[in-house]
């Protein structure tokens, strides 16, 4: 499976401010999703990352909060913009090849001060 | 919207016993899997069912995917302390939205 490497692992933040966590997959990959973990809860999908043209958001998530780039085949950014405490949870990368498992990374946690 | 219900939500037995996670749905998965997550880990992916009424065997753990396939469940025999964390089911991913179950936190205690 492929190895996906997401930095930074942590990081806390001050509100109002916005921070861009990076993906980076060490082979081609045809899928790539970015997913939220809040304490305590299970995966929430933000949204589907697609190459070369915008990204797909689940309900309740906007661009405009957060912003995400796929510029290639094996590397995704998401930013969470103008953080406010709500916002701290973890944020994984997630990468599949379009059979039903997902692969991820160790995920980003985020603490929003 | 398919949804994955898992049960218990929180299971903390000792060492050496025996558990038994579920999850069901009212929907019908080509697949199910089930994921493992440590605390400051990602989930890791354990096994995929993709046969209704395949049963897969990983060590000390089984898993059974439901005759309908809309369930399925993951049997620990003899729980160790390495066993403790997130068990996540989930289903439809490929080229469509993955569903994660709320997950079944599992504490072993030595």
């Known amino acids: 499976s492929a190895v996906i490497s997401q930095k930074p692992s942590r990081d806390i933040c001050q509100r109002g401010t916005s921070l861009t966590i990076q993906c980076q997959v060490d082979s081609q990959v045809t899928m790539m999703f970015w997913y939220r973990q809040q304490p305590g809860q299970s995966l929430t999908l933000i949204a589907t990352?697609?190459?070369?043209?915008?990204?797909?958001?689940e309900s309740g998530f906007v661009i405009d909060k957060f912003p995400i780039s796929r510029p290639n085949l094996t590397f995704s950014t998401l930013t969470v913009s103008n953080m406010s405490p709500e916002d701290s949870s973890i944020y994984l990368c997630?990468?599949?090849?379009?059979?039903?498992?997902?692969?991820f990374g160790q995920g980003t946690r985020l603490t929003v001060v | 919207t398919q949804l994955l219900e898992q049960s218990p939500q929180f299971l903390s037995i000792q060492e050496g016993e025996n558990l038994t996670v579920y999850c069901n749905s009212s929907s019908v998965f080509s697949s199910l899997q089930w994921y493992r997550q440590e605390p400051g880990e990602g989930p890791v992916l354990l096994v995929t069912?993709?046969?209704?009424?395949e049963v897969k065997k990983l060590k000390r753990l089984t898993f059974q995917f439901g005759d309908a396939r809309k369930d399925s469940s993951l049997h620990i025999t003899a729980a160790q302390p390495g066993d403790t964390g997130l068990y996540l089911c989930a289903g439809g991913g490929g080229y469509q939205k993955v569903t994660f179950g709320i997950g079944t936190k599992l504490q072993v205690i030595p």
């Open positions: 997630s990468v599949g090849n379009g059979g039903p498992e997902a692969f």
């Open positions: 990352a697609n190459q070369g043209s915008e990204a797909t958001y």
């Open positions: 069912v993709v046969t209704g009424g």
